[in-house]
């Protein structure tokens, strides 16, 4: 309808609009954050590099290994990438950076550093890709985002969370043991032969020991926790508990049935000792 002659418009808003930062890359959404099938970091920059059809090892390269704040050389950052899932600190510099270049908040949860102050570096992480070829078969099956869980990396962790059979280490296809990155790396493929990991196995655990299924349950419910509040005495104050719960009070017949010495106990009671929480 036209407007009455003489009548006055509303002005325009000439000021300058609030545009939201942006991304340098696509800030991808992790899979799993608060469940136990979270997956990796490593698995997050695999995905990450798809969604720019860059592989892994350029996208490091082009966008990563500049922005740490101490000079980090390729080669030895690629050979040690396994670290970034884990407690390290260059899983803390790759989470800062991975975050400035994606504007995300939330990508600590796709590794192990909010338990840093209670689990150990040594032995926590393993060298080479373990898998559950059921779990990825069922996520190109039901056309899923096929990726890596972050279970998956821990030596500690030998059977699949969800279908109770032995996680695989070993290419099917090539009988070699694919790498966790490299630059034909792909969650679900291996990095050697590129053959597809996925299949229906019908293998049981060799030891369905109460232990093993124990440990899956217990170590999937710690990495679903994406608000963590430890303070430096938590591990002192846990092993207290169970001495008086399940020792009788009795240091030394807690630190029989755990398999450490009683030393080794004294210095976990005085907070001496923080990250054993997987040696109990
Ligand atoms: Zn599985
Ligand atoms: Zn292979």
Known sequence: MLKKQGEVYKEFDHSEPQIPLRSKLF??????IGTPFVESLTSYL????EAHC?????????????????????YDYTKHIRQINGVSYKAVE????????????????????????????????????AWC????????????????????????????LKHEIPLLTECPHCKRNPTIISGKSRPGFCSLCKGWLGFNSSQQLYDTDEWSLWVNKNVGLMLSQTKINLS??????AVKYYVN????????????????????????????????????
């Open 232 to 237: 430096n005495n938590s591990f002192s104050n």
């Open 133 to 160: 070829p059921r779990c990825y078969e069922e996520m190109r099956t039901n056309a899923w985002e096929i990726y890596d869980l972050l279970i998956w990396h821990l030596q500690i962790i030998t059977s699949c």
């Open 94 to 129: 790759t989470i800062s950076v991975v975050q400035s270049l994606t504007q995300r908040n939330d990508l600590s949860s796709l590794t192990l550093v909010n338990w840093s102050n209670v689990i150990p570096l040594h032995k926590l992480l393993r060298h080479s890709k």
């Open 27 to 32: 800030s991808l959404e992790p899979i799993g």
């Open 46 to 49: 695999h995905r990450l590099s």
């Open 54 to 74: 860059l592989p892994v090892t350029i996208l490091i390269k082009l966008f990563v290994i500049d922005r740490f704040p101490t000079p980090t050389d390729y």
């Open 245 to 280: 719960e399940i020792g009788n009070k009795e240091p030394y017949t807690f630190a029989k049935k755990v398999g450490v010495t009683g030393s080794t106990l004294l210095r976990w009671y005085n907070g001496e000792i923080q990250r054993a929480v997987f040696f109990v």
